[in-house]
């Protein structure tokens, strides 16, 4: 079945650092690919997504590239800033439910 | 317009009681998705309602869960018997649901499940 795997946290950072988090998934056909985040206090909103190979998903200055090759979805962002905090979700889309991978909690320090 | 709202926000409960969580979708969204967010555990898909289909009720844990929705709208999430396993954030998200084609998810703030 599907499955989505990244990178376990927590993962902390100071402030203009580069972040890399790891997704990797398993997964028949083409699936669409997406990151969503979690800031404190709120609730589940969509970050960025990709819906076929080679496509790149930006927004809030996050991007990620939708790698067949590797069935990767890596999401990277070039200076991380303190209201970056939050727990990071990959997931996948095969039919028409998503797969989340476990989150991966991010602290970014002044 | 209003987003995904789930009531109650918080619900405590004693082991073996049963609990019921509610869930109003976005309106028009046809799809609905229930999913359980335990403490480094991610998030788990329950059940899934497409329209007037059959759910996908493939991610429930065991026969003490089951949902609802009636009318196309409205949905509830029944646990019978909690066990304190059960305790996690339930949490229902909407989006159009046209499967030809991506269709985002809108996540509802989530009701925070405690078993004594």
């Known amino acids: 079945g599907n499955s989505v795997t990244q990178m376990e946290g927590p993962v902390t950072l100071s402030e203009e650092a580069f972040l890399t988090i790891n997704c990797t998934y398993t997964?028949?056909?083409?699936?669409?690919l997406f990151w969503y985040v979690q800031y404190p206090g709120e609730g589940l909103q969509l970050l960025l997504k990709?819906?076929?190979?080679?496509d790149k998903g930006s927004n809030k200055g996050f991007e990620a590239t939708y790698r067949k090759e590797t069935t990767s979805f890596h999401l990277e962002k070039g200076s991380v800033q303190v209201s970056d905090s939050a727990v990071y979700f990959c997931?996948?889309?095969?039919?028409?439910?998503?797969?989340f991978g476990k989150g991966t909690r991010l602290h970014i320090l002044p | 317009g209003a987003g995904v709202s789930q009531s109650p926000s918080n619900k405590v409960t004693e082991k073996g009681k049963d609990v019921e969580l509610r869930c109003d979708p976005i309106?028009?969204?046809?799809?609905l998705y229930w999913y359980r967010q335990s403490l480094g555990q991610g998030l788990e898909f329950l059940i899934y309602?497409?329209?007037?289909?059959?759910?996908?009720k493939s991610g429930l844990p065991s026969d003490r869960f089951s949902a609802e929705r009636t009318g196309g709208s409205v949905s509830t999430l029944t646990i019978q018997r909690t066990q304190q396993e059960d305790s996690a954030v339930y949490l229902c998200?909407?989006?159009?649901?046209?499967?030809?084609?991506?269709?985002?998810?809108?996540f509802g703030p989530g009701t925070r499940l405690t078993v004594l």
């Open positions: 998200a909407s989006s159009l649901g046209m499967p030809s084609s991506y269709n985002e998810q809108f």
């Open positions: 997964a028949t056909g083409y699936p669409s």
């Open positions: 990709a819906t076929k190979a080679d």
């Open positions: 997931a996948l889309r095969g039919d028409d439910k998503i797969i």
């Open positions: 309106s028009g969204h046809t799809a």
């Open positions: 309602f497409q329209g007037n289909s059959a759910p996908d």
